[in-house]
């Protein structure tokens, strides 16, 4: 399934999903006595899915090419998309090169005209190898998977096609309107003709005869009323399709469905506002990691994630550290998740915000992930470079660079970044939102209150006066299943113990309006960089929940307090 709801219902679209031929090309990985060289072995593997779960991959770091074949019932243009190929894919479809895309976190598409009726192959050459080509994927507190590993579609289209659409709610007085943005392509030779009609809650919009150049691209743009449609918040997650229909001659010749909520997000006098209303954003962040599934997350087990967090009382979600799965946006949106999603990037020196790809692939990244996630209602905050050298004038240049970046994709939604940088941040005046990531009582014993105090203090005089205020991170660690009575830390008691204190101050301070806990669940992180050394079992231990998501006793410490909590 690539989404929640269909997309289509007059373009023929096939999913890709099942079995496909691995070829191992350079198996780089660390290799387990005993464990001959894949190098060009084959095997058949799962689409969506990741080369870990397979025995002889575990520790795979390399390149491996995926093929499979397929039949197209009736000649003309193919529109192919990967939802994600971690970390780098490069496509050919009968041998000619079609794609070339870098992140596992976004997706990618490509068209292809004049294709015959009959068979056709695909093959896609898939890295996820450390090195200076990767500047995003490097070795983490997290883990780079190797594998196509989220859904791959293919579609007949049309010639002329519609290409997006993006939907922006707004208040006019008490009345909802959108500003709706079609884009329609024409891949002919020859200029066409055509009529678009889009409907949400029977309100119609109708462009006619409208003239398109061959080979180019055009933006229908309508600024509508919508009389009788009712918001979309956390507490009443109220969505709606926009049904877009092209059509020639009369006859309709593609489509595109999306789902909105109309919904205002805005940040005043220092508080977070949804609809006007303030919110308190009680949440967690979520790695996309899975046991044995690495980050190939079923829906089935996303939708487990996400009927645990809900238990907990949760109305948020952070996407630490990378766009995610649009099916888990879909989710968020609804069960009414308030999401804050960010850009590829988790605690990068200024020395590997130097590479010199950095800031290319976090500006494709940034582009992808607002160009695909843009009608997501629950999306209500884009993050960049969480924790990266926010302290130097290098990297504040990186950072003004990526929110305007963001401003100049979308000016409906706020922005922040999680600083680490205590006392030294020289970036706070740029974001819309203040955000830090806290410890106190794991890596710093420290009375979370005063030091809570101090930080607030603190950001009033380096650019964040007046700004909302998130604790983008707080908790501690704890191994699943160790229970001390001396409330030890990496004990399952100390990890409530801290998370208790810490939320006791967070959700009740003033200036502070959310908090995220470091972590929902236990996940993988790579051996290389260090991480072994501070990482208990080459995994990050900070989840409430262990990478099966057996619940820790912190599990309902949290579920106390999130539960009990006025808003
Ligand atoms: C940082 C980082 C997280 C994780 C966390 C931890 O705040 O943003 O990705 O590494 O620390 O577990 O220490």
Not at 459 to 467: F, L, S, T
Not at 470 to 496: F, T
């Amino acid at each position: 399934m690539i989404r929640l709801f269909e997309q289509h219902q007059v373009r023929q679209v096939k999913e890709l999903d099942g079995m496909w031929e691995v070829t191992v090309e350079e198996s780089l990985g660390r290799q387990i006595p005993g464990q001959q060289n894949l190098e060009g072995r084959k095997y058949s593997m799962p689409v969506p899915g990741c080369l870990e779960q397979h025995p002889d991959f575990l520790n795979f770091r390399g390149r491996v090419s995926y093929s499979r074949k397929f039949y197209l019932a009736h000649s003309g243009s193919v529109r192919l998309e990967f939802k994600g190929v971690s970390h780098t894919g490069d496509v050919w479809l009968d041998g000619k090169k079609i794609a070339h895309h870098y992140n596992a976190f976004t997706p990618f598409s490509t068209t292809v005209t004049h294709l015959e009726q009959g068979e056709h192959e695909i093959k896609v050459l898939v890295d996820n190898s450390f090195g200076e080509h990767s500047a995003l994927h490097i070795p983490n507190d997290y883990y780079t998977y190797g594998g196509i590993t989220r859904p791959v579609l293919l579609e007949n289209i049309y010639d002329v096609y519609i290409k997006g659409i993006h939907f922006t709610p707004y208040k006019a007085g008490q009345l909802w309107k959108a500003r709706v943005e079609i884009s329609v392509r024409n891949l002919s030779s020859q200029c066409a003709s055509f009529d678009l009609t889009a409907s949400l809650d029977s309100v119609q919009m109708t462009r006619e005869a409208v003239s398109l150049e061959a080979d180019s691209e055009t933006t229908l743009v309508f600024d509508q009323e919508f009389p009788n449609v009712l918001p979309w918040s956390h507490k009443s997650p109220q969505l709606y399709f926009l049904n877009a229909v092209l059509s020639i001659n009369g006859v309709p010749v593609d489509d595109l469905i999306e789902r909105v909520g109309f919904r205002t997000v805005e940040t005043v006098d220092g508080k977070l506002l949804l609809n006007g209303e303030p919110v308190f954003l009680k949440g967690f962040n979520r790695h996309e990691d899975y046991a044995d599934f690495g980050c190939a997350i079923p829906l089935q087990l996303m939708v487990k994630d996400m009927d645990l967090m809900q238990d907990m009382g949760v109305n948020a979600v952070r996407t630490c550290h990378y766009p995610n799965d649009e099916r888990f946006l879909d989710l968020c949106d609804e069960r009414g998740i308030l999401v804050w999603e960010e850009n590829h990037a988790r605690g990068f020196t200024l020395k590997e915000m130097l590479n010199p790809h950095f800031e290319a692939q976090c500006r494709d990244c940034i582009q992808e992930m607002i160009e695909n996630h843009y009608n997501h209602p629950g999306i209500v905050i884009w993050g960049i470079l969480n924790e990266c050298a926010s302290e130097t004038e290098e990297g504040r240049k990186m950072y003004a660079e990526q929110y305007a970046q963001i401003k100049g994709l979308d000016q409906s939604r706020p922005t922040t970044s999680a600083t680490c940088r205590h006392f030294t941040d020289i970036c706070l005046d740029l974001p819309d939102i203040v955000s830090f990531n806290m410890y106190s009582g794991w890596y710093e014993d420290v009375d979370p209150k005063k030091r809570n105090e101090q930080e607030i203090d603190w950001i009033q005089k380096a650019g964040g006066a007046g700004k909302p205020i998130i604790v983008s991170e707080m908790g501690a660690a704890a191994i699943y299943g160790c229970r001390d009575r001396s409330h030890c830390k990496w004990s399952e008691e100390r990890q409530a113990d801290i998370i208790r204190e810490n939320l006791e101050v967070y959700m009740n301070h003033q200036a502070i309006t959310g908090v995220f806990i470091w972590q929902f669940a236990d996940c993988r992180v790579t051996e290389e960089g260090g991480w072994f050394s501070t990482r208990a079992r080459c995994h990050n231990n900070k989840g409430v929940v262990d990478e099966y998501r057996r619940p820790k006793l912190a599990y309902d410490t949290i579920k106390e307090m999130f539960l009990s909590a006025a808003q």
